[in-house]
Every structure is written in structure tokens, then in C-alpha cells.
């Protein structure tokens, strides 16, 4: 039986402990949550709500947009831009930033959202989810979009809602990770599991094996050890994973470990990677640091990356320890 430990309570009292967590990043953060609710009950409703198949437009990054991204993210919003905590959001579904409008109180923290992760999911029934990120605001005058464009190490919170057979929203404020599950019967988050530990072993591995023939020499080079098994340079048997949702394959390494792999690829030769480092790569990579893990784009460590632009992509390895300083080692080799 669970201690009954809310979402609020959780927040109140690591305020006491965190001089970080101002009374603005607890309400934020409650706001998420309750965005996060309110796109679960979309999620679960599925064909009965109208929410399935595609809106029939198309998103900065060139991907047909499903309603449910367009739906999540008009959730998301208009949950946070009233409170008075938020000076801007940015989104996967949105080119530019949307500021919090004159009639509110601008605040100062600037919220970013991938407001629904695994979109090829959503129409087969597989678990997708939300995946945030929070950053101050520098001071000064009118928020712009260059306010955006910090290093994933400047983040002040971070974390992901799982709608899958459980609702799990899994948070972090710099001091370890937090896992909590949706209560449907009274409508809150309780929490389930304090300091998540990713362990630096694994023989899990989590990669789009299609995309084989177009990686680049040190990424075939590790996959090729890992399928060769007991009789190999590894010594071990290893097993693979998909999901297909980001948010999803990285809510399973935190859970039991492994290594999250989406490399750059010949596919896109003048794109970095395909996962956005503002929205998806840099929160995830919090997590899993978090919890003891390591994310590097296979040269540099992600949170360290000095964004350029809102929509930069990025090459992601995160995960179990020694796997992701094995696979950052083959590509530091001449
Ligand atoms: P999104 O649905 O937010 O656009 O993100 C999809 C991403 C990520 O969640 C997942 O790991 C990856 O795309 C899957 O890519 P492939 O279809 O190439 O496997
Ligand atoms: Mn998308
Ligand atoms: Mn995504
Ligand atoms: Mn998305």
C-alpha cells in the first residue's frame, strides 16, 4: 500500500527542502500535471472522442500533424497561459513561441513541450506520452524566441507524462527522479517511486534497426558487437526494444535500464539527428542523468549543446552508464 503522497504535497515539501522551487515552478508544474490529465482523457477516449487520424496540415518539422498533437498541444496551452507563471511557450506544433497574452501576468519561466510524443502510436492503440521542459527566463525586457535557445544544463525542470496502461507522469528538479500514477478514481497523481536508478549494465538495446544500412561506421560497429551475442566481442546476449514513442523507450530504460539509440543516418545527411534537442532530447537527457544515466549525441553531452535554433535536431544515446560511454567511445576514434 502506497504512503499517499499527492503531486501538491510531493512539490510543497521538496519547496521546503529546494531553494529552487519557487511557489511560480510548484504552480507550473501543477498546471502541467493537470494539462497532462485532461490529455489522458483525450488519449483514453480515443474513437468514441473523435480525437483519432490526421488533421490534414502539416508542422514546422514537415510532419503531417495527428488531431490528437493539435489537441494536446491547445491543452497544454491554454492550461499554463493564464496563471501568471509562464512568460512564453514553445512547442514541436508551433513554428515560432507563443507569448502568454497582455491580458495575463507575464511570469518568469518559459515552458517548452513536445505535447505528444509518438504520434505514429496513437492511431494503433501503443503508449504515447508528453514530454516537457522549463527554463528561466533572462532578465530583462520582452521574451523572444533567443530566450529559448539555453543549454539543456540551464533547465529548472523537466519530465514526461506515459499514457499507457497506467497514466505516469515522472518529474524531476534537479535533486532525482519522481514517479507518480494517476489516481482515475480521485483524479490525482500519487507518488509511486522516489530516486529511479538507471543501472550502468544492460544487454537491452532500443534502435530503429531499418535505418541499419544508413548509419555511420562507429554506430554499425556497436549494434554488429551487440547482435553477435555470447559467441562475440561482448560475451553476452542482448535484447532489442521499440516502442516506436521516445517518451515511451526512455520511461523503460528508466524503469529496467538499457540504451536508447537514435543516430544521425545518410537519410538526412545536412539534418543532425532526427529527435529535437529543445523539447525531446534535453528533458529526456535530464531524467536519465537524473538517474544516474548518460545522454551524449555521441561526441558531447547533450544538456551541454548550445542551442541555435527551436527546432534543432539532435543525435541521442542515453541510458544505462557503460553501454552509452561504449557506443560515445567507438565515435571518438579516429
Ligand atoms: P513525435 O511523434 O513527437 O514526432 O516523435 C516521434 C519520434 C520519437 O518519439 C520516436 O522515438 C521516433 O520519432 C520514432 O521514429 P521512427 O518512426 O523513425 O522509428
Ligand atoms: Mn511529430
Ligand atoms: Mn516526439
Ligand atoms: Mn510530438
Not at 534537442?277 to 538517474?291: F, H, I, K, R, T
Amino acid at each position: 500500500m502506497y504512503k499517499k503522497t499527492y503531486l501538491t504535497r510531493y512539490l510543497v515539501e521538496k519547496q521546503r527542502l529546494n531553494e529552487h522551487i519557487s511557489p511560480e515552478l510548484r504552480l507550473l508544474l501543477e498546471v502541467v500535471a493537470r494539462a497532462c490529465k485532461r490529455i489522458s482523457q483525450a488519449v483514453n477516449k480515443g474513437a468514441l472522442g473523435e480525437v483519432m487520424g490526421s488533421a490534414d496540415s502539416e508542422n514546422v518539422q514537415g510532419e503531417m500533424q495527428k488531431k490528437l498533437d493539435i489537441i494536446a498541444n491547445e491543452v497544454l496551452i491554454e492550461a499554463n497561459e493564464w496563471g501568471g507563471h509562464l512568460a512564453a511557450m514553445a512547442s514541436e506544433e508551433m513554428e515560432g513561441i507563443h507569448v502568454v497574452p497582455n491580458r495575463y501576468p507575464q511570469g518568469e519561466y518559459l515552458l517548452m513541450f513536445d505535447p505528444l510524443d509518438g504520434s505514429s502510436n496513437i492511431d494503433v492503440n501503443v503508449s504515447i506520452g508528453t514530454i516537457f521542459s522549463v527554463l528561466k527566463k533572462p532578465e530583462g525586457t520582452l521574451v523572444s524566441e533567443q530566450d529559448f535557445l539555453q543549454a539543456g544544463t540551464k533547465q529548472v525542470a523537466a519530465g514526461y507524462c506515459v499514457y499507457g496502461p497506467q497514466t505516469t507522469l515522472v518529474l524531476t528538479v534537479g535533486d532525482g527522479v519522481a514517479v507518480f500514477t494517476l489516481d482515475r478514481e480521485h483524479g490525482s497523481f500519487l507518488l509511486t517511486q522516489e530516486d529511479l536508478r538507471i543501472p550502468d549494465d544492460t544487454n537491452e538495446f532500443a534502435v530503429n534497426m531499418s535505418n541499419q544500412r544508413h548509419w555511420t561506421p562507429p554506430m554499425q560497429r556497436y549494434i554488429d558487437e551487440c547482435m553477435q551475442g555470447i559467441d562475440g566481442p561482448r560475451g553476452k546476449d542482448f535484447n532489442m526494444r521499440w516502442v516506436g514513442s521516445m517518451v515511451v523507450d526512455v520511461h523503460r530504460i528508466l524503469t529496467r535500464g538499457g540504451v536508447f539509440l537514435y543516430p544521425w543516418d545518410r537519410r538526412e545527411p545536412n539534418k543532425p539527428g532526427k529527435l529535437r534537442l529543445m523539447y525531446e532530447a534535453n528533458p529526456m537527457s535530464w531524467l536519465v542523468e537524473q538517474a544516474g544515466g548518460v545522454a551524449t549525441d555521441g561526441k558531447c553531452r547533450i544538456m551541454d549543446i548550445q542551442p541555435s535554433q527551436l527546432h534543432q535536431r539532435v543525435s541521442v544515446f542515453m541510458g544505462s552508464k557503460n553501454e552509452v560511454d561504449r557506443v560515445a567511445s567507438y565515435h571518438a576514434e579516429p
